[in-house]
């Protein structure tokens, strides 16, 4: 696991060590809030995959 301490791509809110590898090589920074919202609600999901796909 990564010690590595980023910040969360959805809200911009807070600094997590929680990453997601979203392709081979890259890796971003999800908070537990935005990761729990995201799995509940699919519509959430979809935004953090635009979000990150608009990052790249």
Same mark, same amino acid.
């Given at each position: 696991?990564? #010690?590595? $301490?980023?910040? !969360?791509?959805? &809200?911009?809110?807070?600094?997590?060590?929680?990453?997601?590898?979203?392709?081979?090589? #890259?890796? $971003?920074?999800? !908070?537990?809030? &935005?990761?729990?919202?995201?799995?509940?609600?699919?519509?959430?999901?979809?935004?953090?995959?635009?979000?990150?796909?608009?990052?790249?």
């Amino acid at each position: 696991m990564s #010690k590595e $301490v980023g910040q !969360c791509v959805m &809200c911009k809110n807070e600094y997590t060590s929680k990453n997601v590898l979203v392709r081979p090589g #890259k890796k $971003v920074h999800v !908070c537990t809030t &935005c990761m729990r919202k995201a799995k509940a609600n699919f519509l959430s999901f979809i935004w953090m995959v635009l979000t990150v796909r608009m990052m790249s």
